[in-house]
């Protein structure tokens, strides 16, 4: 007998959920051995050219409470702005991380080389800053963003110009909280959601 498809339900979306941390970064869920080092655990090694920073932050959801199994990728550039790969690239800088929220207070830190300015394709520079890939339980799709710098000038990045809502600028923006230290939070919905970018 063929059951009537008009009583199925939808299932629920696939999210992030705990997974993601035992196929990306085994080490940190507490499964040693599976690589040799998890991929992606430093952007930049010992020698990279620049001055060093430390960005540190939360993803916060709407409630205000940070997600404490957030797992973050970051891409970047070297202090003169060239990726890796390219033939003036700083072979010390891989330009990748992948780092996840710390399971009690769901903070995150990203140690790197704070990057160099960009070439746009229409020709202007783009302002120094770190791309950004989000995933968490209830994210069904990654979210992309960017952290650009407050001691920067940002005035003429082609990103950042075409935000309509100018307030919603700054939450692009890493507050530097000391010398080579920056705070950035990404805000999931609500009051000072974070700017996402559908890349």
């Given at each position: ?120 394709r229409s020709g202007v520079m783009q302002a ?72």
């Amino acid at each position: 007998m063929v059951q009537s498809l008009d009583t199925l339900t939808e299932t629920a979306s696939q999210t992030g959920g705990p997974y993601v941390h035992i196929g990306c970064i085994p080490s940190f869920a507490g499964l040693p051995g599976v690589y040799p080092e998890d991929l992606g655990l430093t952007p930049v090694s010992n020698g990279a050219k620049g001055q060093r920073i430390t960005i540190t932050g939360a993803v916060i959801d709407g409630t205000g409470w940070a997600l404490r199994d957030a797992m973050i990728e970051s891409w970047q550039p070297d202090a003169a702005g060239h990726f890796a790969g390219h033939p003036d690239a700083d072979p010390a800088v891989s330009g990748f991380c992948r780092f996840a929220a710390d399971k009690d207070s769901g903070l995150f830190t990203l140690t790197t080389v704070k990057p160099g300015a960009v070439p746009h394709r229409s020709g202007v520079m783009q302002a120094p800053h770190i791309s950004l890939w989000i995933v968490a339980r209830g994210i069904n799709i990654g979210l992309s963003t960017r952290i650009y710098f407050e001691d920067e000038d940002n005035g003429q990045d082609p990103l950042l110009s075409r935000i309509e809502q100018r307030p919603r600028v700054d939450t692009l923006i890493a507050k530097q909280t000391a010398e080579g230290q920056y705070r950035f939070d990404i805000r999931l919905q609500g009051d000072n959601e974070t700017v996402f970018l559908d890349l």
